[in-house]
């Protein structure tokens, strides 16, 4: 963490709790933003020139030990998921914890790279703590339990629980990072893993809703992913879902008394959206969606219902999902990439997704997400092209520019400024 006072300016501040300032300024005082403003109103020590400076991206949703696959590019097409889900397993099986740790590790340095100053990560047995630990960000570390039989969720259980019980709370705070549970999804994992899960009082992550496949399950036990889980040894005759519709994952019973960070939700029935809202969950427990455009594009699913469940205050924030399903690690990719489908959702909603709603999500909205005064100066550069635009969030969205710098509270970690 910085010590002292630096005050920054740059063509472009998007405070995003606040209008973007142009020829702004912003001081970071030990680590913490002191002031935003108006470059005419304070001296600055260092001048970024032709930057944005915005909060730092929160991707609220990724694996980080998993690479690409041969032929995810977006250039190959739609790919059937079913398949893809069978690489992915072999890509799993075939990986060591060393292997899968290189891996994660690379990931950690390309997300930092592209602006991500904090990350959920879903990973086996906390493969990827060690790698998150250490890098200047943010996180919640997921560790995945799944399994339909009864053996292998009690397998995936107890490897998880022996990562929780090995990270003590001061490494968690050392870290910036906290743990989590990831069951991983209604199709793969028994109901009492579920359960289990939400009785940890952990924050938990699951995939939910994401192929018509998953509702042809949870509805009549058969279908694609049956036959599936059948040929992976995976099926388990006497599973009884916790109920016929994915929400019932995390809305029935003692379920409810969890944060859950759901991925995907494409195939939510928009009945049970009324549920999602923050209003409706009991004590202050939080559900988000964290949805994913390039990987949702990748499987040509049918549209997300992001605006519907935006529209009845379910918070939405994005994610990228893997390198096996999307390019990078990058969500300034994600919501370029979102912009160009959907020209209606405004630039300061997109960044708010990106940014302030996973920062939510993840119960930091005080700490990180938004360049508000006593938040952490947790920031990502991002370089602008050489233009005027009258709606200045479109410097960043209809640009191929990169990020220039990532700043983690106060030091500059990657970038041009290094060490600055
Ligand atoms: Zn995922």
């Given amino acids: ?73 977006s250039s190959h097409g739609v790919v059937d998921e079913l398949t893809w889900l069978r690489q992915v397993v072999e890509q799993r099986r075939a990986g060591t914890d060393t292997s899968l740790g290189a891996t994660a590790e690379e990931n950690v340095r390309a997300a930092l790279g592209a602006g991500t100053t904090f990350l959920a990560d879903t990973t086996t047995a906390g493969l990827s703590w060690g790698p998150v630990a250490r890098a200047p960000m943010r996180a919640v570390v997921f560790a995945e339990v799944i399994g339909l039989r009864r053996d292998r969720g009690l397998q995936t259980d107890a490897a998880a629980w022996r990562w929780l019980g090995s990270v003590r709370p001061e490494n968690q705070v050392a870290a910036c ?88 939700g494409t195939y939510l029935d928009a009945e049970d959206f009324w549920q999602l809202r923050p209003e409706a969950a009991p004590d202050g427990h939080r559900v988000a969606i964290a949805f994913c455009p390039r990987t949702h594009a990748l499987f040509g699913h049918a549209p997300h219902p992001y605006r ?6 379910v918070i939405v924030c ?27 959702l405004s630039g300061a909603l997109l960044l708010t997704m990106a940014t302030l709603f996973g920062a939510w999500a993840l119960r930091a909205e005080t700490t990180t997400g938004s360049l508000k005064t006593g938040k952490s100066a947790d920031l990502a550069l991002i370089a602008l092209p ?27 970690v990657t970038g041009r400024w290094l060490g600055a």
């Fill in 308 to 313: 519907a469940l935006l529209e009845r205050g």
């Fill in 177 to 264: 990072a906290r743990v989590g549970l990831g069951p991983h999804a209604p199709y793969s994992t028994s109901g009492w893993l579920y359960y289990k899960s939400a009785s940890s009082g952990l924050p938990l992550s699951t995939h939910l809703a994401e192929m018509p496949e998953e509702l042809q399950l949870l509805q009549h036990r058969d279908g694609p992913l049956r036959r599936f889980l059948e040929d992976l040894d995976a099926w388990d005759d006497d599973w009884e879902p916790i109920g016929p519709r994915p929400a019932d994952y995390v809305r029935r019973g003692d379920l409810r008394k969890a944060d859950w960070l759901i991925a995907h």
């Fill in 1 to 73: 963490m910085r010590r002292g006072t630096l005050t920054i300016q740059a063509r472009y501040v998007f405070p995003v709790d606040a209008e973007p300032i142009e020829d702004g300024c912003l001081t970071i005082q030990d680590g913490r933003i002191a002031w935003v403003g108006s470059a005419a109103d304070r001296p600055s020590d260092l001048d970024l020139g032709n930057v944005a400076i915005i909060p730092g991206f929160v991707n609220a949703h990724t694996h980080l030990e998993l690479g690409p696959l041969p032929g995810n590019g």
């Fill in 318 to 344: 994005l994610g990228t999902d893997s390198l096996a399903s999307c390019e990078s690690l990058s969500l300034l990719d994600e919501i370029r990439f979102l912009h160009r489908r959907d020209g209606s």
């Fill in 386 to 412: 050489d233009r005027v635009e009258p709606d200045p969030f479109n410097l960043l969205l209809e640009s191929d520019l990169p990020v220039v710098g990532t700043v983690f509270e106060g030091d500059f």
